[in-house]
């Protein structure tokens, strides 16, 4: 079947600090992938996306690139701010067919 | 333009009552998505509709819970008898096209506690 795998949170980091949250999933066919970001109090938005391998999605200096081989989908931030704090879900969506959602990684950047 | 909206944002029910929670997708849109998202969860897909037709609805729980969406837009998630672990926050999504590459825009959510 289809799911998603992101690695455990909470996240803490400092300011300015570079950030990784690893994403891998399993899927039938060519899936699109997705970052959705959920800032505290919000609903779910689109963060950026990726729909064939080697596509690299870019939004809000974060970026992630869709890696057919390692079947990844890993976010990176040069530098975070405050401002990020929020929970990161990584998802996929094969053809036709809903999508699946990882559990989400809960990031927090102290100043 | 309009976002996805959803009412009510909250709703508290005692177990045993019936429940209707509505979703209104952004116009125009194809695909309606209705997920659960439990507390520090991610989203768990329940049922999506291509304009009226209710296409998969594999992620339903139960037969105590039945959405439908009669003229292809406004959409209702119907929990009959509900019980305390349905409480969890009910996300709609809408998307304009089928087509897997188009992301699917969420509404804020209706957080229902059963007591």
């Known amino acids: 079947g289809n799911s998603v795998t992101q690695m455990e949170g909470p996240v803490t980091l400092s300011e300015e600090a570079f950030l990784t949250i690893n994403c891998t999933y399993t899927?039938?066919?060519?899936?699109?992938l997705f970052w959705y970001v959920q800032y505290p109090g919000e609903g779910l938005q689109l963060l950026l996306k990726?729909?064939?391998?080697?596509d690299k999605g870019s939004n809000k200096g974060f970026e992630a690139t869709y890696r057919k081989e390692t079947t990844s989908f890993h976010l990176e931030k040069g530098s975070v701010q405050v401002s990020d704090s929020a929970v990161y879900f990584c998802?996929?969506?094969?053809?036709?067919?809903?999508?699946?959602f990882g559990p989400g990684t809960r990031l927090s950047v102290l100043p | 333009g309009a976002g996805v909206s959803q009412s009510p944002r909250y709703k508290v029910a005692k177990r045993g009552q019936d429940v209707a929670l509505r979703c209104d997708p952004i116009?125009?849109?194809?695909?309606l998505f209705w997920y659960q998202q439990a507390l520090g969860q991610g989203p768990e897909f329940l049922t999506y509709?291509?304009?009226?037709?209710?296409?998969?609805k594999s992620g339903l729980p139960s037969d105590r819970f039945f959405a439908e969406r009669p003229e292809g837009s406004v959409s209702t998630l119907k929990i009959q008898r509900t019980q305390q672990e349905d409480s969890a926050v009910y996300l709609c999504?809408?998307?304009?096209?089928?087509?897997?590459?188009?992301?699917?825009?969420f509404g804020p959510g209706t957080r229902l506690t059963v007591t």
């Open positions: 999504a809408s998307s304009p096209q089928v087509d897997s590459s188009y992301e699917q825009y």
């Open positions: 899927a039938t066919g060519y899936p699109s």
């Open positions: 990726a729909t064939k391998a080697d």
């Open positions: 998802a996929l969506r094969p053809q036709s067919q809903n999508f699946v």
């Open positions: 116009s125009g849109h194809v695909s």
């Open positions: 509709f291509q304009n009226e037709a209710q296409l998969d």
